[in-house]
């Protein structure tokens, strides 16, 4: 938390200085206009003291909703100035190496720029987290049977379902696309709740009308295990895992918890294994791919896992898997120009990554954690079409 009170306000007094000394004060010196400035930064920072230190523990799991609009109040205000910032930097740099230059059209870029972020940031706010996508892909194997030839599985990701607490809707729309998309099979890679299981409660009977002949099947992501709640006791913590098992089970999904399913289509059969998170630290590993893959032998398989980094650590070297899909990125729930802050800390960190003919599929998550926001990285439904290669 102290780290995340560093960042914020460096954040957002680094701009706000700047921008006082170097433009307001030389522009007015009416005390009250100087003033007015800051009342911005001083009302957000007194909001977020009050929810991070002073409203009790569990503050991001008691004040979920309160925080994320305060985080997009931040945004508003913290990017827009920070662009401008760098540009009249920049403005006063050329500026200082040649006289003539004039500082103005730096100035005027930085407007504009701020005024794009602005209007980015609300429109990812209001209508980014909804704007669901559906991505068509294939994939090709030689070993793939040919009763398999042209299966179709539909990918959903990290729901985060206690974000869309007071929006049903939108994930009664997103069980409509799902369902529209008549795959063979759904699938769902991790992260069903953010930090209790009881976030699902009101959800449980939309989520239970996804359907797809052969099923649907599901696994755990790192919040699903409650590690980020500070639980009174260890047996609180074991009861709130159970109860999301319990839940996903009424629900008609099966979860496969280190363990696989044979799928089984017009005499032939494929193997569908799931396993438990397996993160790098300090997400939790509780993978057991051996136990999980064991009795599928020579038989094409797609693996369900939540992190990706689990391919290269584990799958690639480890196993014969063809086929991995996974999730646990967002793609930092933001994608500009076909980029993200996600690669620097995800090798793979969206759509189709192939080593030979073996690939891992990122799909980059329906919800998000903390910051109601998503540009560019729309929520996914990603629908893969299994193709027998010649």
Known sequence: MHRITLLLAIFLLIPDVYIYLVHIVKKTQNIRIRLSYWMPTLLLSAIYVYYMYLSGDNALSNHTHSIGRLAVGIMLFAVPKTLFMLCSLVGLLVNFIIRRCPRLPFN??????????????????????????VKQVEYSSRHLPAAFNGYRIAQISDIHIGSWEKDPASIQKLVDIVNAQKADMIVFTGDLVNQQSHELDGFQEIL????????????????????????????????????LIEQQKAMGWKLLNNEHAIIRHNGDSIALIGVENDGEPPFPQHADLPHAIKGTEGMFSVLLSHNPTHWRREVLPKSNIELMLSGHT???????????LAT????????????GERALYVNIGIGYVGLPFRF???????????????
């Open 108 to 133: 005027i870029i930085g407007l504009l720029l701020a005024a794009i972020s602005f209007g980015n940031i609300i429109y990812g706010a209001l209508f980014g987290i909804k704007q669901f996508e």
């Open 208 to 243: 239970s009308q996804l359907h797809a002949p052969d099923g649907v099947y599901s696994v755990l992501g790192n919040h699903d295990y409650g590690t980020y709640y500070r639980w009174p006791t260890a047996d609180d913590e074991k009861q709130n895992l159970n109860y």
């Open 330 to 340: 967002h793609a930092m729930q933001m994608i500009l120009f076909g980029h993200s």
């Open 344 to 355: 620097l800390k995800y090798p793979e960190w969206k759509g189709m990554y192939y080593e």
């Open 376 to 390: 560019g990285a729309w929520p996914e439904i990603t629908v893969i079409e299994l193709k027998q290669k010649e």
